[in-house]
């Protein structure tokens, strides 16, 4: 940990303020006609993923904590943890399905996901920014539908559920925005 004063700031740099982790997402000088100078931020907890506003007096001291990010391959669920492979040292981790949050429904077996650490500590788990998984269930599309901008409900094989266009059957295998949860186009 290194200690950094308002004027080190960059986007993407991670603080400790008020005993959380933050990344500065932006951050503005101002130096007012009157007055002393100030530092305007927006900064995402690292822990909720809430974004807040704060104003810092220009040269306060904070501790920068350095991020790490670690690139694993997704193997299995065994029903209470989530097992992954480093693909350096083929060594292999569990982890709880809480900590895995969201990003759950988007885990295929053999994919390989970003693990972001400060320190020692995981602080989040991300999918890649696109999958391509099979829609398991689904109703039946028509010859014909494709009314524009017409979707139905579709669950892929991860679980998660998502709109589809009409002309969509089950087998059918879908890319998807993990960011969004949006279908993009279907795969051949």
């Known amino acids: 940990m290194a200690t950094?004063?308002?004027a080190d700031?960059?986007?993407?740099?991670?603080?400790?303020?008020?005993?959380?982790?933050?990344?500065?997402?932006?951050?503005?000088?101002?130096?007012?006609?009157?007055?002393?100078?100030?530092?305007?931020?927006?900064?995402?907890d690292l822990n909720s993923g809430r974004v807040i506003d704060n104003t810092f007096n220009a040269g306060v001291k904070l501790e920068s904590e350095r991020?790490?990010?670690?690139?694993?391959?997704?193997?299995?669920?065994?029903?209470?943890?989530?097992?992954?492979?480093?693909?350096?040292?083929?060594?292999?981790?569990?982890?709880?399905?809480?900590?895995?949050?969201?990003?759950?429904?988007?885990?295929?077996?053999?994919?390989?996901?970003?693990?972001?650490?400060?320190?020692?500590?995981?602080?989040?788990?991300?999918p890649q920014m696109f999958v391509e998984l099979e829609i398991t269930e689904t109703e039946p599309g028509f010859k014909g539908d494709t009314v524009q901008g017409s979707t139905k409900p579709a669950t892929v094989e991860t679980g998660a559920t998502i709109n589809v266009p009409m002309y969509l059957n089950i087998g059918d295998v879908v890319k998807i925005d993990t960011r969004t949860g949006e279908f993009v186009n279907r795969v051949q």
């Open 4 to 6: 950094i004063s308002t």
């Open 9 to 44: 700031f960059r986007n993407g740099m991670c603080i400790r303020f008020n005993n959380k982790l933050y990344t500065i997402i932006e951050f503005q000088h101002v130096k007012p006609g009157k007055g002393s100078a100030f530092v305007r931020t927006k900064l995402r």
């Open 67 to 126: 991020l790490e990010q670690k690139t694993m391959q997704y193997l299995y669920n065994d029903g209470a943890d989530f097992n992954f492979m480093d693909m350096e040292s083929f060594e292999q981790m569990s982890m709880p399905a809480e900590t895995v949050g969201d990003a759950a429904k988007w885990l295929k077996e053999n994919d390989e996901v970003t693990l972001l650490y400060a320190g020692d500590k995981l602080i989040s788990l991300e």
